[in-house]
């Protein structure tokens, strides 16, 4: 099977060589960019201030690399959450002890906030200080779900943002662009994880039709982006590895 991978470039590696070892062909075609921090001193003071912080919740392994640009000592007394395996492997490369993190099960149904509260929710009370470590949009402001932060205030945390890195659109070369309009015609199997990234795709194939193409994606949201879009063919799967590589092999 041929399968698109849609992933950042850094992201998309460790997938390519799991699907490959499986003996798919694979084609990077990232529809998400990632860019430093928009703002350098509130990424530095959001640093600074980690030890008086009792957790920091990272979105992203993408928001953990851009937080430990340079090396951070992590405080004994801050928890790391994150909601999903990929994110707590680069918690752990970034220095952070295992011991210290808090991420949900490989077999739980999403990798999100909703699977994640119910382990931290007992370390949250009224003055508990949490950061959100996200990325930001192309206008520079951290952007992403409000669904945990809610929950934290409603609880009487004190909730600090920060973006430390940025999502933009790729820019494709005429190759890549010609190589997506092949892959959006012949069958290959796209898998998504991202809305954004289906919006960024439809930007830069605007008069392509996706009617011929497959995609797998690792939630309702993104699977109905993918409808909307126009995909021929959209398959929802987990987010593991091991689920989404079953799900590709269902529908070869």
């Given at each position: 099977?041929?399968?698109?991978?849609?992933?950042?470039?850094?992201?998309?590696?460790?997938?390519?060589?799991?699907?490959?070892?499986?003996?798919?062909?694979?084609?990077?075609?990232?529809?998400?960019?990632?860019?430093?921090?928009?703002?350098?001193?509130?990424?530095?003071?959001?640093?600074?201030?980690?030890?008086?912080?009792?957790?920091?919740?990272?979105?992203?392994?993408?928001?953990?690399?851009?937080?430990?640009?340079?090396?951070?000592?992590?405080?004994?007394?801050?928890?790391?959450?994150?909601?999903?395996?990929?994110?707590?492997?680069?918690?752990?490369?970034?220095?952070?002890?295992?011991?210290?993190?808090?991420?949900?099960?490989?077999?739980?149904?999403?990798?999100?906030?909703?699977?994640?509260?119910?382990?931290?929710?007992?370390?949250v009370r009224a003055g508990t200080r949490v950061l959100l470590v996200r990325g930001a949009g192309a206008d520079g402001?951290?952007?992403?779900?409000?669904?945990?932060?809610?929950?934290?205030?409603?609880?009487?945390?004190?909730?600090?943002?920060?973006?430390?890195?940025?999502?933009?659109?790729?820019?494709?070369?005429?190759?890549?662009?010609?190589?997506?309009?092949?892959?959006?015609?012949?069958?290959?199997?796209?898998?998504?994880?991202?809305?954004?990234?289906?919006?960024?795709?439809?930007?830069?194939?605007?008069?392509?039709?996706?009617?011929?193409?497959?995609?797998?994606?690792?939630?309702?949201?993104?699977?109905?982006?993918?409808?909307?879009?126009?995909?021929?063919?959209?398959?929802?799967?987990?987010?593991?590895?091991?689920?989404?590589?079953?799900?590709?092999?269902?529908?070869?």
């Amino acid at each position: 099977m041929r399968v698109v991978l849609t992933r950042p470039r850094r992201e998309a590696g460790r997938w390519a060589q799991a699907l490959v070892a499986r003996g798919h062909e694979v084609l990077l075609l990232p529809l998400i960019a990632i860019a430093p921090a928009p703002d350098a001193a509130s990424l530095r003071r959001a640093v600074d201030a980690l030890p008086g912080c009792q957790a920091a919740m990272f979105v992203s392994g993408s928001a953990v690399r851009g937080f430990f640009r340079e090396p951070v000592p992590w405080p004994a007394t801050t928890r790391a959450w994150c909601t999903g395996p990929g994110t707590a492997r680069a918690l752990q490369e970034s220095g952070v002890p295992a011991a210290n993190i808090d991420v949900p099960d490989g077999d739980a149904v999403q990798f999100e906030s909703e699977s994640l509260w119910p382990l931290v929710s007992d370390q949250v009370r009224a003055g508990t200080r949490v950061l959100l470590v996200r990325g930001a949009g192309a206008d520079g402001r951290p952007s992403g779900r409000d669904w945990l932060a809610s929950r934290l205030h409603a609880a009487g945390a004190q909730v600090d943002v920060v973006a430390s890195y940025t999502r933009q659109a790729p820019a494709w070369s005429e190759q890549e662009r010609a190589t997506a309009s092949e892959a959006a015609r012949d069958g290959s199997t796209w898998l998504l994880s991202s809305s954004e990234a289906v919006a960024h795709l439809r930007s830069l194939l605007p008069d392509v039709p996706l009617s011929q193409a497959r995609a797998v994606a690792t939630h309702e949201r993104i699977a109905q982006a993918a409808r909307d879009a126009g995909f021929g063919v959209v398959c929802l799967s987990r987010p593991s590895e091991d689920a989404v590589t079953a799900t590709l092999e269902s529908i070869g």
